[in-house]
């Protein structure tokens, strides 16, 4: 999860500079296909996301992740020897065919997460990894990048890196790749609940109270030995694949209620999937639009009344000046994820906390364009607290929409399936963000108005505030699978150990009072 971000965001610093250097197209228009060049991974990505996700299911999640850090590598090679735009344009896509890599991820760390108080800590951990990568990325791309111009005393003019000049970074985050991948073989355990090992007599007789017996159902369900004053049930055996139908309350539902086949798709997951969707569509808006808005040429002349041009023109800082100031924000982001986030999660709860955020998002895209009417000794002060807000706006939204997602997901079975549809949906969003922004941006430059693509992202983020009010956070009666971690084929049936299994079922909203409840008494 470290390497692949570092692959992935090392492009964004020169891709604008690679367009203009590769000839493709005037300063106006290289924008755009600047975002294509980015979003061509996250195109191939979105058509190809289920069905990685579906063959997680049926091989485990493990040798998918592999062959997705190996389709990255590869990926990597292409782009770094390419000689013209169109042969970067098809390394980048088939990095995104052969990676599948988001969803299952997300899918290894719910079947990891059997109680749901650890579940905002382990999601949180996916934004934090990536914040790493994206500090190493981005300095690897902008710092080595055209190194035979930038270190002419340790690269000829006339050797391999002065005819590739994108060539060494992407040779390094290529070997990262591998040392990921080796790592990945030897080290990286299955998760798929289907898939974990059989076990002997002696490992069930020594199977301590604390250890989960079953895999528990996405936030609203625990099995596993505790000793709190609820309901109790002893089972001769384990059945696998056994299911029960109960309410909130923990009542039996009406035998009329029990579906026949289950929908995996429910109203509710669609609703959050798109929501992550939004997300994805105007967060990469704001991803690619940064390095260009931070290269593209400034205008000095800033006093025109009430004219757009007040607002004309980027930055002008050089290609290292840009990796440096995208590694800071990767350290911004880190800070946001080890100190704003656990205590924002503590204090507003998971729900509160997504609407929250949802709603204060655009403010992180209204300000930027600002930026170029500071004063040069400002400008620096200005990036770093236009980053603040961006990260802590998305740091936050993305875990908690993961875990609302596995919360509303009707079978841990289906993990897989919902992951990769949504790993899909986020790759088409990010597919279409690039190529408009650049559009947008390229429209900005013409009529000298660079806000224009800033503030078109901003309000795609609120259309995503307000479809957040159409998601319905109850749930009314829930299906629970309940799978054995650990069946042993080699005991009898009539041998089977008296098993305590406890199995709590709550409303959501209940749960997350007892959850804060519980984290303010720890305090």
């Given at each position: 999860?470290?390497?692949?971000?570092?692959?992935?965001?090392?492009?964004?610093?020169?891709?604008?500079?690679?367009?203009?250097?590769?000839?493709?197209?005037?300063?106006?228009?290289?924008?755009?296909?600047?975002?294509?060049?980015?979003?061509?991974?996250?195109?191939?990505?979105?058509?190809?996301?289920?069905?990685?996700?579906?063959?997680?299911?049926?091989?485990?999640?493990?040798?998918?992740?592999?062959?997705?850090?190996?389709?990255?590598?590869?990926?990597?090679?292409?782009?770094?020897?390419?000689?013209?735009?169109?042969?970067?344009?098809?390394?980048?896509?088939?990095?995104?065919?052969?990676?599948?890599?988001?969803?299952?991820?997300?899918?290894?760390?719910?079947?990891?997460?059997?109680?749901?108080?650890?579940?905002p800590r382990a999601y949180s951990v996916m934004p934090f990894v990536?914040?790493?990568?994206?500090?190493?990325?981005?300095?690897?791309?902008?710092?080595?990048?055209?190194?035979?111009?930038?270190?002419?005393?340790?690269?000829?003019?006339?050797?391999?890196?002065?005819?590739?000049?994108?060539?060494?970074?992407?040779?390094?985050?290529?070997?990262?790749?591998?040392?990921?991948?080796?790592?990945?073989?030897?080290?990286?355990?299955?998760?798929?609940?289907?898939?974990?090992?059989?076990?002997?007599?002696?490992?069930?007789?020594?199977?301590?109270?604390?250890?989960?017996?079953?895999?528990?159902?996405?936030?609203?369900?625990?099995?596993?030995?505790?000793?709190?004053?609820?309901?109790?049930?002893?089972?001769?055996?384990?059945?696998?694949?056994?299911?029960?139908?109960?309410?909130?309350?923990?009542?039996?539902?009406?035998?009329?209620?029990?579906?026949?086949?289950?929908?995996?798709?429910?109203?509710?997951?669609?609703?959050?999937?798109?929501?992550?969707?939004?997300?994805?569509?105007?967060?990469?808006?704001?991803?690619?639009?940064?390095?260009?808005?931070?290269?593209?040429?400034?205008?000095?002349?800033?006093?025109?009344?009430?004219?757009?041009?007040?607002?004309?023109?980027?930055?002008?800082?050089?290609?290292?000046?840009?990796?440096?100031?995208?590694?800071?924000?990767?350290?911004?982001?880190?800070?946001?994820?080890?100190?704003?986030?656990?205590?924002?999660?503590?204090?507003?709860?998971?729900?509160?906390?997504?609407?929250?955020?949802?709603?204060?998002?655009?403010?992180?895209?209204?300000?930027?364009?600002?930026?170029?009417?500071?004063?040069?000794?400002?400008?620096?002060?200005?990036?770093?607290a236009c980053l603040t807000i961006r990260n802590i706006f998305a740091?936050?939204?993305?875990?908690?929409?993961?875990?609302?997602?596995?919360?509303?997901?009707?079978?841990?079975?289906?993990?897989?399936?919902?992951?990769?549809?949504?790993?899909?949906?986020?790759?088409?969003?990010?597919?279409?963000?690039?190529?408009?922004?650049?559009?947008?941006?390229?429209?900005?430059?013409?009529?000298?108005?660079?806000?224009?693509?800033?503030?078109?992202?901003?309000?795609?983020?609120?259309?995503?505030?307000?479809?957040?009010?159409?998601?319905?956070?109850?749930?009314?009666?829930?299906?629970?699978?309940?799978?054995?971690?650990?069946?042993?084929?080699?005991?009898?049936?009539?041998?089977?150990?008296?098993?305590?299994?406890?199995?709590?079922?709550?409303?959501?909203?209940?749960?997350?009072?007892?959850?804060?409840?519980?984290?303010?008494?720890l305090a």
């Open positions: 999860r470290v390497a692949e971000p570092i692959a992935l965001t090392s492009i964004f610093p020169y891709a604008w500079k690679l367009v203009l250097d590769f000839n493709v197209t005037d300063r106006a228009n290289a924008s755009f296909y600047a975002g294509l060049l980015i979003s061509a991974f996250a195109l191939a990505e979105s058509l190809t996301g289920l069905y990685w996700g579906g063959l997680s299911d049926r091989i485990g999640r493990k040798p998918v992740l592999l062959l997705g850090s190996a389709g990255t590598m590869l990926s990597l090679l292409l782009v770094g020897i390419s000689t013209n735009f169109w042969m970067a344009l098809a390394g980048r896509a088939i990095g995104g065919f052969l990676n599948g890599n988001i969803g299952v991820i997300q899918t290894m760390v719910g079947e990891l997460t059997v109680n749901p108080k650890h579940e990536w914040s790493i990568g994206t500090i190493i990325g981005p300095s690897i791309g902008g710092i080595f990048s055209a190194p035979a111009d930038n270190f002419p005393e340790v690269f000829s003019p006339h050797g391999i890196f002065a005819k590739f000049p994108y060539l060494l970074p992407n040779l390094i985050c290529a070997a990262l790749m591998l040392f990921s991948i080796i790592c990945g073989f030897f080290f990286l355990e299955e998760t798929h609940p289907d898939m974990q090992p059989w076990s002997t007599v002696d490992d069930l007789q020594h199977t301590e109270a604390e250890t989960p017996l079953f895999a528990a159902q996405a936030g609203t369900t625990t099995a596993a030995v505790d000793l709190r004053n609820e309901s109790y049930g002893t089972f001769n055996k384990v059945v696998q694949d056994q299911e029960w139908n109960v309410m909130p309350d923990g009542t039996d539902a009406p035998k009329e209620a029990e579906p026949q086949d289950q929908v995996v798709f429910t109203k509710r997951v669609v609703m959050l999937i798109i929501a992550l969707g939004i997300f994805t569509y105007h967060s990469m808006s704001y991803d690619h639009l940064l390095p260009i808005f931070f290269q593209d040429s400034r205008v000095e002349s800033r006093v025109h009344g009430n004219k757009l041009s007040s607002m004309a023109g980027g930055l002008g800082l050089t290609i290292q000046d840009v990796g440096v100031v995208m590694s800071m924000n990767g350290i911004i982001a880190l800070g946001v994820q080890a100190i704003v986030f656990p205590l924002a999660a503590a204090w507003l709860g998971v729900w509160k906390l997504f609407i929250v955020t949802t709603v204060l998002h655009p403010l992180a895209y209204i300000v930027v364009p600002y930026l170029v009417l500071l004063p040069e000794e400002w400008l620096y002060p200005g990036i770093y740091i936050l939204v993305y875990p908690v929409i993961l875990i609302l997602l596995k919360e509303a997901a009707p079978s841990p079975s289906c993990l897989g399936k919902i992951n990769g549809l949504a790993a899909s949906t986020g790759a088409a969003c990010r597919t279409l963000a690039s190529p408009i922004a650049g559009i947008l941006y390229g429209i900005g430059i013409d009529i000298d108005f660079t806000a224009l693509a800033w503030w078109v992202s901003g309000a795609v983020a609120i259309i995503g505030a307000i479809q957040v009010f159409f998601i319905n956070r109850k749930k009314s009666s829930e299906w629970h699978q309940v799978r054995a971690r650990a069946p042993c084929r080699f005991m009898p049936p009539e041998e089977h150990r008296q098993d305590i299994v406890h199995i709590v079922v709550q409303d959501e909203e209940e749960q997350e009072v007892e959850t804060n409840e519980q984290q303010r008494l």
